[in-house]
């Protein structure tokens, strides 16, 4: 409990039937609405998805190079172009070539196949794509210097393809990908001197893989360095990939510092930043700060969305003010975001932290009636909080409806059950339910059984000690 993972799927059919005939004990509360992600974006700028293959654009064949040897890459190459129209497609029949020798040889023996093809073929015109993928294999390989990196950029330079923005991105890329964080950090700076600087997507990806990689203190110096030497600053994406790296280290007074450095580079936070730090505070359970941050948005002016106001349920609700949170089911209504699944989920969560298990079942039954399906993570964080109520019967009741419904059971609630179950001495019944985890493949076998031989050893030892029947 405590936890909100992802909505999985909604149950088949309601549970009205646990609670049929029982008041409810909360108002009216409106249809609930799917809140829609926001998502960086991913693809380069400018990139074109590929063309459709027609007669002018015929498909190429496949080539696999299986061995390194240099003579016998020739060899092919000489074969493939007297035997196959596909060579008349110059350009991609070459770089296709190239690319797949580049899988398997040294990088010296690529450069030497890439100038053996432009000898022997002398309508083939290599482009910037062609040297790319030399760039790429060069930024793959093992080298513990950019010795390898700088001599293809150099290659490119003296066959007069300048490296652009396009060769930063796709030098920077691969090295991150390969574990050379710290090789792309050099490189980028060297290819600003070279009046080659990163484009916003670049620079972005790579401050996203040094929060992943390195320290706050070094993702700091080299905002500031590239700052202060390139005038190369972060832009409003790249405040949010540093604010939600700090809010998920639990940080938030950096996160705090972010955002008025944000505001001070002319950036106005959006409802994607407020959201973020608003997360991070729940993490903490601080639901004062959670508050603060949703009348600090608007203040500034930003729309809370729907993910604003289940965060802010949430916070609440974590943080031991579930009656606050109640309060803002009705303001989100207003506001055009009717509580959906996570909404509810959230406030059965604090409930049940509350000792409400009783509350939070009814106010299951009202979310039926709304016409808001309850998904996995309602119907677990539920059973949780009947079996920490010691209202075994009814969470038996509710894990049935489960069973029928082929939900799977969540590790913390798996486990509270087999202990109750257990304390009660229905022990064949917790058998049952480990039967039914590792059938719906809820855990892995080794998980189902080490909890309940776990529970089995704690039942051994309390019926030793009276606690148990």
Same mark, same amino acid.
């Given at each position: 409990m405590g936890k909100l993972p992802p909505a999985v799927r909604a149950a088949p059919f309601q549970v009205s039937s646990v609670l049929r005939n029982r008041p409810s004990l909360l108002p009216?509360?409106?249809? =609930?609405?799917?809140?829609?992600?926001?998502? /960086?974006?991913k693809k380069f700028p400018g990139k074109k998805s590929p063309k459709t293959l027609t007669a002018q654009n015929p498909k190429l064949p496949a080539i696999t190079f299986t061995s390194p040897n240099l003579s016998a890459a020739k060899s092919l190459f000489n074969s493939l172009i007297s035997s196959t129209s596909a060579a008349a497609d110059g350009l991609r029949f070459h770089n296709s070539l190239l690319q797949s020798y580049a899988a398997t040889s040294t990088l010296d023996d690529s450069i030497s196949l890439l100038k053996y093809m432009i000898k022997t073929h002398p309508t083939f015109s290599p482009d910037w794509s062609t040297y790319h993928v030399l760039l790429s294999q060069s930024c793959k390989s093992d080298d513990s210097s950019l010795s390898s990196v700088r001599k293809i950029l150099d290659l490119m330079a003296t066959d007069g393809f300048t490296p652009d923005k396009a060769t930063t991105d796709i030098a920077i890329r691969t090295l991150c990908n390969n574990g050379r964080v710290d090789h792309a950090v050099e490189l980028v700076k060297e290819l600003c001197l070279k009046h080659?600087?990163?484009?916003?997507?670049?620079?972005? !990806?790579?401050?996203?893989?040094?929060?992943?990689?390195?320290?706050?203190?070094?993702?700091?110096? /080299?905002? @500031?360095?590239?700052? #202060?030497? /390139?005038?190369?600053?972060?832009?409003?994406?790249?405040?949010?990939?540093?604010?939600?790296? *700090?809010?998920?280290?639990?940080?938030?007074?950096?996160?705090?510092?972010?955002?008025?450095?944000?505001?001070?580079?002319?950036f106005k936070p959006d409802c994607y930043v407020y959201n973020t730090i608003m997360k991070g505070y729940c993490m903490l359970s601080q639901g004062s700060e959670v508050l603060w941050v949703y009348k600090k948005m608007k203040e500034e002016g930003v729309d809370p969305d729907l993910v604003t106001y289940n965060t802010l349920v949430f916070g609440l609700s974590k943080s031991g003010r579930v009656k606050e949170a109640k309060k803002f089911l009705g303001v989100m209504a207003e506001m055009?975001? /009717?509580?959906? #699944? *996570?909404?509810?989920?959230?406030?059965?969560?604090?409930?049940?932290?509350? +000792?409400?298990?009783?509350?939070?079942?009814?106010?299951?039954?009202?979310?039926?009636? @709304?016409?808001?399906?309850?998904?996995?993570?309602?119907?677990?964080?539920?059973?949780?909080?009947?079996?920490? =109520? @010691?209202?075994?019967?009814?969470?038996?009741?509710?894990?049935?409806?489960?069973?029928?419904?082929?939900?799977?059971?969540?590790?913390?609630?798996? +486990?509270?059950?087999?202990?109750?179950?257990?304390?009660? +001495?229905?022990?064949? #019944?917790?058998?049952?339910? !480990?039967?039914?985890?590792?059938?719906? @493949?809820?855990?892995?076998? !080794?998980? =189902?059984?080490?909890?309940?031989e776990t529970t089995l050893k704690w039942l051994k030892k309390a019926k030793e000690q009276g606690l148990a029947v």
């Open positions: 009216e509360q409106p249809e =609930a609405e799917t809140p829609q992600p926001r998502h /960086f974006p080659s600087p990163p484009d916003s997507y670049t620079y972005n !990806f790579l401050i996203k893989h040094l929060c992943r990689n390195r320290t706050l203190s070094t993702v700091n110096n /080299f905002i @500031k360095e590239m700052r #202060e030497c /390139f005038e190369i600053k972060p832009d409003l994406i790249a405040y949010t990939i540093l604010i939600d790296n *700090v809010c998920n280290r639990k940080n938030l007074r950096e996160a705090t510092r972010l955002l008025q450095l944000l505001s001070e580079d002319g055009g975001h /009717f509580p959906d #699944e *996570v909404t509810y989920t959230s406030l059965m969560n604090g409930m049940c932290r509350e +000792g409400n298990a009783l509350g939070a079942l009814q106010l299951l039954e009202e979310m039926e009636a @709304k016409g808001c399906s309850p998904n996995s993570c309602t119907y677990n964080t539920l059973l949780h909080g009947l079996c920490k =109520a @010691k209202l075994l019967d009814r969470a038996i009741e509710l894990y049935s409806v489960m069973k029928a419904s082929d939900m799977q059971l969540e590790p913390g609630s798996y +486990g509270t059950v087999l202990r109750a179950l257990c304390r009660n +001495g229905r022990v064949a #019944e917790a058998y049952e339910v !480990f039967d039914y985890a590792v059938e719906s @493949k809820s855990l892995k076998d !080794f998980a =189902a059984y080490s909890t309940l």
